[in-house]
Nanobody, 115 residues
Framework: QVQLVESGGGLVQAGGSLRLSCAAS????????MGWYRQAPGKQREFVAR???????TYADSVKGRFTISRESAKNTVYLQMNSLKPEDTGVYYC?????????WGQGTQVTVAS
């Protein structure tokens, strides 16, 4: 069973930065469309950023220019660097991907941005 484990969340002031990590239990190149999603209190889960099938990256308009998704294959880890954080970025951030036809989700990590 493939597992995804997020870490790096926390409390930060508006304008600050955080880096989230998503560690996979096997090589990340066997997991397709790895990316990040978030869920704010009382709202539906929404897309944040992910790798495409061609290895390029795509972002939600709300985070373009502020967030960067990257990966380190040697550590089987995908990162989300979040800069210029805003209170509206608050939520639980989840890592996701597909292993074969199985959709994978991590347990989430809480990000709170104080104004």
């Amino acid at each position: 069973q493939v597992q995804l484990v997020e870490s790096g969340g926390g409390l930060v002031q508006a304008g600050g930065s955080l880096r989230l990590s998503c560690a996979a239990s096997r090589t990340i190149f066997s997991i397709h469309a790895m990316g990040w999603y978030r869920q704010a209190p009382g709202k539906q889960r929404e897309f944040v950023a992910r790798f495409t099938a061609g290895g390029t990256t795509t972002y939600a308009d709300s985070v373009k220019g502020r967030f960067t998704i990257s990966r380190e294959s040697a550590k089987n880890t995908v990162y989300l660097q979040m800069n210029s954080l805003k209170p509206e970025d608050t939520g639980v951030y989840y890592c996701s991907g597909y292993y074969g036809t199985s959709e994978l989700w991590g347990q989430g990590t809480q990000v709170t941005v104080a104004s």
